[in-house]
């Protein structure tokens, strides 16, 4: 019992599921800010829009009627009965698409805030590393007798390092490929077959 306890605090406070819950919490206040944008600033704008074009008062009576079963109400007008009736609801429609291209478009500009942001302090990250030697690098130098405050010593010292980086590189390619020639794959014979039979 006491290893399944363990189990259980070790896995609710592991960081994915940590960020997973602020996540949702986040996403359902985001939500609702989205659905007030939506409701309360977009909407109403799009209603006076649409009923200059469609002469209605809002997109709740885009209907197209499939079925019209048609009710008399208090004032004694003919009115359709949408309990009975068989229609299309476009005004549905359309709400459901502003939705989700508000919802993807605060998404997409968060996505990007985010993005930019991580970039920006890997940059920053990196500039600041470059800029200073690791504990490794500042031991040799002590071992060699530079000085951190000499940079033409400093620079010879990484230049040098670099050379020395690759030459190894060199040093193990050409291994890779002795022990390659020494060793040859199926592919290498084939090639070799080709290249013989190609000669004659």
Known sequence: MKKFFGEFKKFITRGNVVDMAVGVIVGSSFTAIVNA?????????INYVLSLIFKKDSLSELYTFLTRVDTVDETGATVPDLTQSIYIDWGAFINAVIN?????????????????????HKAFTNDMLEGQPTREER???????IKFSNKAAVAAFYAEKAKKIEEEKKAAEEKARLERE?????????????AEMKKA
Request: proline share 4%; charged share 25%; hydrophobic share 50%.
């Open 37 to 45: 944008m939506s409701n309360q600033i977009l909407k109403p704008v």
């Open 100 to 120: 989700f291209f508000l919802i993807a478009l605060v998404l997409f500009i968060i996505v990007k805030i985010v993005n930019r942001t991580r970039d920006g």
């Open 139 to 145: 031991k040799e130098m002590k071992k060699q007798g």
């Open 182 to 194: 020494a060793n040859p794959t199926t592919e290498d014979l084939l090639k070799q077959i080709l």
